[in-house]
Nanobody, 113 residues
């Protein structure tokens, strides 16, 4: 499975972005997909995950501000990010668990104060 993220960019505090993760194959059979992020000088951390049935789990740091979703018809997963804060600045990666963990190349999100 190849994954390609897009939608990152520079936004001011309080702004919004929507990230996309396009898969090279059908995602309907992929039980779990997730978003992770790695801020400057930090380890990669979990952001959110979504099951094939649509059940979502969020990290406490983004709960209430971020929404994960997936569209099996378009083989794409999304991350809607609202009320962005400078501490959300990071490279965001999508992950798919399909007989192993597959990762995208990442997309940069920068939130200015």
């Amino acid at each position: 499975v190849q994954l390609v993220e897009s939608g990152g960019g520079l936004v001011q505090t309080g702004g919004s972005l929507r990230l996309s993760c396009a898969a090279s194959r059908s995602i309907s059979g992929i039980v779990m997909m997730a978003w992770y992020r790695q801020g400057p000088g930090k380890q990669r951390e979990f952001v959110a995950q979504i099951s094939s049935g649509g059940t979502a789990i969020y990290a406490d740091a983004v709960k209430g501000r971020f929404t994960i979703s997936r569209d099996n018809a378009y083989n794409t997963m999304y991350l809607q990010m609202n009320s962005l804060k400078p501490e959300d600045t990071a490279v965001y990666y999508c992950q798919a668990n399909y007989g192993g963990a597959y990762w995208g190349q990442g997309t940069q999100v920068t939130v200015s104060s």
